[in-house]
């Protein structure tokens, strides 16, 4: 019986998200839910529609968003637009550079 | 514009299942939800509601997410609506029959000669200890069936329980990166006083019984299915309630918008929250 990767892949893709979504807010400035979630699966990266909001909604709540709502736009409907907060720019900062270290560290060791 | 019966089915399930969050913002995450569904229309026309909410999830999984995020106890996971409430239905006679008994077995208890090989001590008292560290983020949970609790704020450090149990099943306690949970083991009717350590994030959801608060100086988060909660503010705090009774009353409480408020948050099925003890 093959074993699945299924449940590594699940762990190691939730940081990689979070990582992609700041790295997204940032190149766009600003914006808002669906189009985030369209711009990520046209980017080929796989997700469930129903992961990204509550994590939006916890890293605005932990300042790395900040989040206005618009109601300017055509068919009535209000959207909610994110952009990085200044401490936000930071952890993506950081997150980029510890992601970057650890490709690094597996090309080192895969050359053995 | 007339909303859609299946969308608002749906915001009404994840509404629900989002009760422990504040109401402001829940309605937020509605809105945000919904303008989703929306967008997701637009984007589309040939979709039908159903694909759409059907790739968000199930509004119970999507609400789990949120709360897990914000470091709260998830609710359980969804069962198919006409099962559910043959379980719930089902549970709730036995739960009934099991109270009744334990209710009289209590009544009789002095007339009844119990195993004197049960542990802990005469008929079924039992006492602990758990050292609390200062700082502690991670919730207390209390899992029990039906019961009758007192909740006070310790004066010491540490989380201690004295509860009277009928069998001869003690409570125990475990921990690990989540939560700290003291275990009833599903013993039915549990008779507790529990002091909690101050500012410590408590959380509990009782089937049947009674839930008295007194002067706390911890956030609670409670469920209780029947039954009354009566809570006693300590008037020199300040405290940001959450209070719902899908069947009976609320009494009044003062909130406070202050960030250091306790948040007290808690939900009746059928009964009361009471101010008067």
């Known amino acids: 019986m ?10 190691i893709r939730k940081g990689y998200l979070e990582l992609c979504i700041l790295s997204l807010i940032r190149t766009q400035k600003r914006v808002y839910g669906f189009d985030l979630i369209e711009k990520l699966t046209a980017a080929d990266l796989p997700l469930k529609e129903g992961t990204v909001y509550p994590l939006l909604n916890r890293m605005t709540a932990d300042g790395l968003l900040s989040a206005t709502w618009d109601t300017e736009n055509l068919k009535g409907h209000p959207r909610k637009f994110y952009s990085l907060t200044r401490d936000g720019s930071r952890v993506l900062d950081e997150m980029t550079e510890e992601f970057d270290r650890m490709v690094k560290i597996l090309r080192q060791l895969s050359k053995g | ?14 509404d629900r299942a989002l009760a422990p969050l504040l109401v402001s913002e829940r309605a937020d995450i509605l809105i945000e939800i919904k303008s989703h569904v929306s967008s997701a229309l637009e984007r589309d026309p040939q979709l039908s509601m159903d694909r759409v909410l059907a790739a968000l999830g199930e509004p119970e999984t999507v609400a789990n997410r949120y709360l897990m995020e914000r470091g709260k106890a998830p609710v359980k996971p969804p069962i198919s609506p006409i099962v559910k409430w043959l379980v719930v239905g089902f549970l709730g006679t036995v739960a009934m029959v ?4 334990a209710f009289l077995a209590v009544k009789f208890s002095d007339k009844l000669d119990l195993d004197s090989t049960m542990k802990g001590g005469s008929k079924g008292r039992y006492e602990g200890t758990f050292a609390w560290k200062s700082g502690e983020t991670r919730p207390l949970v209390i899992q029990t069936v039906n019961s009758k609790i007192d909740l006070e704020t310790a004066s010491g450090s540490d989380f201690a329980w004295n509860c009277k149990g009928i069998a001869g099943k003690e409570p125990t306690i475990r921990e690990d990166e989540k939560a700290i949970t003291l275990d009833f083991g599903g013993v039915s009717s549990v008779k507790c006083e529990l002091k909690i350590p101050e500012n410590a ?6 089937l049947n019984g009674k839930l008295a608060v007194s002067e706390p ?6 469920k209780l299915g029947n039954g009354k909660v009566s809570i006693q503010p300590d008037h020199s705090r300040s405290y940001r309630y959450d209070l719902s009774v899908m069947s009976g009353k609320v009494d009044d409480f003062e909130s406070s918008k202050d960030e250091s408020a306790y948040r007290i948050s808690v939900n009746v099925s059928n009964g ?3 101010n008067e003890e």
């Open chain 1, 2 to 11: 093959a074993v699945s990767t299924d449940n590594w892949k699940t762990q």
């Open chain 2, 201 to 206: 994030q408590l959380s509990m959801d009782i």
């Open chain 2, 272 to 274: 009361v929250i009471s």
């Open chain 2, 1 to 14: 514009m007339p909303t859609d019966p299946k969308l608002e089915r749906y915001l009404s399930s994840l």
């Open chain 2, 217 to 222: 100086r911890f956030h609670l988060n409670a």
């Open chain 2, 98 to 101: 099991l109270f009744f008994v």
